[in-house]
């Protein structure tokens, strides 16, 4: 089946969407005073006002704001790009936003409560508080800046791609998203995400119910749309989903992505500016709502195969698929749907890590509006450069690539809330062999997201943060060990400050 060609319709529709979502955020500051009214009056600095939303957002704003940066051009563009390519494999996103959910309920409350009492506004900040170590606070904050770098590169592409869906070639599509999302985040700061995410959601369900339901009738049902991308797909004895060779992978990949979505900067950014941490755990159950959708998602990949789309871009997949079925001025409204699902949360990502450059990297100017403007476009300049510069198979393995990076602060983040109290320089030995052998394995891989490894007859393909987190654990606790033995033994402390007491990590802990 041939792909109709974007008519005027289409890039009218786009456009009123489009920027009619970038005016609501832009404009954010003039009328929000208008829907809240009975605001209680509080002294929030600019900074954590344009940064963190003066942490008031209550369940229904924060359950858009997580969703809304959590579900991202990744969901709409990447993960159907790579089932179109791989078939089930592709599906590994849906395990492992199902693990991380129970994740969220038990640790997030706790690290917010931490990040509260103490005025924290990042994870660098909790870390600097729990070990008093300025070193250890820096390599978490790289880390979050580094991380998310390729994260907003994957949100510029999905803009890039509508964009050129719609018959624009050339460097303007990029130009086009990268000055839309630079706008967008300056003027309205991070209530434009919080308050214009339930937009992007409503336009994503309405994008995607239609594709679910009205893709397959044209296409003769469900059964016939299996059969049909089958004949597309590699083969698969015994009637499996995943192949023997795709397991461990497709496993790996699930638990590494799942440890490491609620590290990044814009994912915990979202969980920070929560007003309560019964807030945190009300969404943590509702969230998998989202999960539905995603598997809905998902399904686009094969619907593309079964409607005979065939592109050299795997990326085009979504966009050509929907230009195939859609009229056109529909098509325009699910472009419009894909740019602003990646628009919110590339502006959370933006927003999180200028929060690391004000607050751990440069925190004498923790307040200034100005600085954290120009820090989150430094940021953005640096996602540019990402896409210009990474040469990436699928787009999904740029957000893979910000996983093996930001998994390497787990340790300093997550165990930290243990009994078991680690040392500051065990940990920054972990953190830097684990940095160091991940991002040497993605460069020898050509960015792939899992490495190949053989021991004892066994041999597969591994989540290569799973096997760079392994490294960093293993390390902090041989140097724990040289450590504690240069010490004269095991020694006890009560918790290092009272945050930890009044998120309930009273009695002693181990030090190592």
């Known amino acids: 089946m041939s792909t109709s060609l974007p008519d005027n319709a289409a890039i009218g529709v786009f456009i009123l969407f489009f920027v009619a979502t970038i005016l609501l955020g832009s404009t954010v500051r003039f009328w ?5 009214r009975r605001k209680a009056a509080t002294n929030h600095s600019q900074g954590e006002e344009w940064g963190l939303g003066g942490r008031e957002f209550g369940a229904w704003v924060t359950w858009f704001l997580v969703g809304g940066d959590f579900y991202t051009a990744y969901t709409v563009i990447a993960v159907p790009a790579l089932v179109y390519s791989t078939g089930g494999f592709g599906f590994f996103a849906l395990p492992y936003t199902i ?19 103490g005025g924290h506004a990042t994870a660098a900040d909790i870390v600097r508080a729990r070990f008093g170590s300025r070193t250890l606070e820096l390599a978490v904050a790289i880390s979050g800046l580094v991380a998310v770098l390729p994260y907003i590169a994957l949100q510029l592409i999905g803009i890039r791609t509508v964009v050129e869906a719609l018959g624009y070639t050339g460097m303007l599509p990029l130009l086009f998203a990268f000055v839309s999302l630079a706008a967008y985040t300056w003027l309205g700061g991070l209530h434009a995400p919080a308050l214009t995410a339930f937009i992007k959601d409503v336009m994503i369900y309405i994008a995607v119910l239609a594709a679910v339901i ?8 469900y059964g016939a749309m299996f059969h049909a991308a089958s004949e597309h797909l590699p083969a698969i004895p015994g009637g499996r989903v995943v192949s023997q060779d795709q397991t461990v992978p ?38 998998p709502i989202y999960t539905i959708v995603l598997g809905l998602i998902a399904l686009l990949g094969l619907m593309a195969h079964a409607a005979g789309i065939v592109t050299t871009s795997s990326s085009q997949v979504v966009p050509q698929l929907f230009l195939a079925i859609f009229p056109s ?6 472009f419009a749907a894909i740019a602003v699902g990646a628009l919110v949360p590339a502006s959370v990502m933006a927003i999180g890590a200028a929060n690391l450059i004000m607050h751990n990297i440069l925190p004498r100017h923790s307040e200034s509006v100005t600085g954290s403007r120009l820090a989150g476009l430094g940021v ?20 893979l690539l910000g996983g093996v990076i930001i998994l390497q602060t787990f340790p300093a983040l997550i165990m930290g809330l243990l009994p078991l109290r680690l040392s500051a320089p ?9 940095s160091l052998f991940g991002l040497g394995l993605c460069w020898m891989d050509g960015l792939k997201p899992v490495h190949p490894i053989a021991f004892g007859g066994f041999s597969a393909s591994v989540s290569t943060g799973l096997l760079a987190l392994g490294v960093n654990i293993v390390v902090t606790m041989v140097l724990g060990s040289v450590i504690r033995l240069a010490l004269g033994g095991f020694t006890l402390h009560p918790p ?17």
């Open 214 to 221: 009205i893709v397959p009738i044209h296409l003769g049902g």
């Open 426 to 434: 065990a940990l920054i030995g972990g953190w830097a062999s684990g």
């Open 250 to 287: 497709y496993a790996t990949l699930a638990l590494s992505s799942a440890f490491a979505a609620f590290l990044y900067p814009h994912t915990l950014t979202g969980i920070l500016a929560a007003k309560s941490a019964d807030t945190i755990r009300q969404n943590a159950v509702f969230l």
């Open 32 to 36: 929000r005073p208008l829907l809240n």
């Open 380 to 399: 953005k300049v640096g996602a540019l450069g990402c896409v210009v510069f990474l040469n990436a198979k699928f787009a999904i393995d740029l957000q």
């Open 496 to 512: 290092a400050t009272p945050e930890h007491a009044a998120a309930g990590l009273t009695g002693c802990y181990l030090y190592i």
């Open 99 to 117: 693990i991380v959910y129970p994740f969220i309920f038990a640790v997030m409350p706790k690290l917010w409560t931490i990040a509260r009492d």
């Open 329 to 334: 001025w529909f098509a325009g409204f699910c």
